[in-house]
């Protein structure tokens, strides 16, 4: 799992059957200071999430499939929860 902004909605003309109904994020990883970390990367909406939310992203395929209830589809990465607040600890 990743913490991430979004940053955008994707737009498709066609999706796989599965992804109907749910939309598809743009979304920037972040370290844990809050900084971009990497590329940003599409991940498929669960929590109805929106542009500027802080958010936690499952990976890996089968983890983001079964997280989401949709197993045995072409599911890569997901939106399972918006972030409120956070704390570290040391």
Do not use: F, N, Y
Not at 69 to 77: G, S
């Amino acid at each position: 799992m990743i913490i991430a902004r979004v940053i955008g909605e994707v737009v498709a003309t066609q999706k796989h059957p599965s992804h109907e109904s749910r939309k598809a994020l743009l979304v920037q990883p972040l370290t844990l200071e809050g900084t971009d970390r990497g590329d940003a990367v599409v991940a498929l909406d669960w929590v109805d999430a929106g542009v500027g939310d802080r958010v936690l992203v499952v990976m890996e395929g089968w983890s983001a499939m079964t997280s989401v209830e949709r197993p045995m589809t072409p599911i890569d990465m997901a939106v399972v929860a918006v972030i409120d607040t956070e704390e570290l600890t040391t």
